[in-house]
């Protein structure tokens, strides 16, 4: 069982930066590939960044690209989203997720085996 924990959301004006992170527990956080997600009011869930367990590779939704780095520290059990130049749209809950399997589906919800609670991220224009 993996427990994940999400920190660093909050409000921050159109252009500025946060950093998400998503602590895990378990001894086998360094195997999993890990994704953030996140929904806004009124909308499905929607990827936005996935980086394999061993940070070799990471992926991104069209969206995002250029403005947001995944990165990982399987050392802290710990997983990043650093995002910058933020934009009104990133409005958005944000979720971490673990795939035990480290599939190809990276990008699909329920490749995903366990999801945190979500931080909350507002960009006022």
């Known amino acids: 069982q993996v427990q994940l924990v999400e920190s660093g959301g909050g409000l921050v004006q159109a252009g500025g930066s946060l950093r998400l992170s998503c602590a895990a527990s378990g001894r086998t956080f360094s195997t999993y590939a890990m994704g953030w997600f996140r929904q806004a009011p009124g909308n499905e869930r929607e990827f936005v960044a996935a980086i394999r367990w061993s940070g070799g590779s990471t992926y991104y939704t069209d969206s995002v690209k250029g403005r947001f780095t995944i990165s990982r520290d399987n050392s802290k059990k710990t997983v990043y989203l650093q995002m910058n130049s933020l934009k009104p749209e990133d409005t958005a809950v944000y979720y971490c997720?673990?795939?035990?399997?480290?599939?190809?589906?990276?990008?699909?919800?329920?490749?995903?085996?366990?999801w945190g609670q979500g931080t909350q991220v507002t960009v006022s224009s």
């Open positions: 997720a673990a795939d035990k399997f480290g599939g190809r589906r990276y990008s699909a919800l329920d490749e995903y085996d366990y």
